[in-house]
């Protein structure tokens, strides 16, 4: 991560392009998701700096527009699964992690990962990719049932793990099983 001043920089450039990108929805989805990474970060000893700017670009290909996605992700040659098939407007995921390095110049890996899988997840995620999954899952704007129980488990007892089984069970119903 950069030294503290140009990050709050780096911050504030973000918030303001992705204020003009997304809906204010899901700009306000973002900001909560950023700030419940950064404290779900304290609660599994992981860098709070890296999980907040995970967290705050993991929407930026957001859209509802299902040509676009499918448009800009077959522009870069991302793989259409029978998922991204039949349902494109997941490809927001894989196509946000080639959006933070383009337009954002995100060049971290782990960083872009975790924005890639945070909404169907893979086998073997590393501890960021578990705490955006989780994290844009269960913010507090979330009101489902899974993601009330998900902040409840991680405020008392941290266990992450236990948080990634909780959504990978209700992904799985949802969208088949994924990983
Ligand atoms: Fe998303
Ligand atoms: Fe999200």
Known sequence: MPAKKNRTNL???FQAALKQKLTAEKYRHSLRTADWAKEIAGFCNYDPDTAYLAGLLHDCAKTSDAGYLLAQAQKRRIRLTKKYRENPLLL?????????????????????????????GRAKMVKLEKIIYVADY??????????RQIRRLLRK???????????????????????
């Open 11 to 13: 911050i504030s450039k």
């Open 92 to 120: 927001h995921s894989p196509l946000g992690a080639a959006l933070a390095r383009e337009e954002f110049g995100v060049t971290d890996q782990k960083i872009l990962n975790a924005i890639h899988y945070h909404t169907l």
């Open 138 to 147: 269960s913010e507090p704007g979330r009101r489902s049932p899974a993601a």
């Open 157 to 179: 007892t941290g266990d992450l793990n236990q948080a990634v089984k909780i959504k990978k069970e209700t992904n799985a119903r949802k969208f088949g099983e994924t990983a």
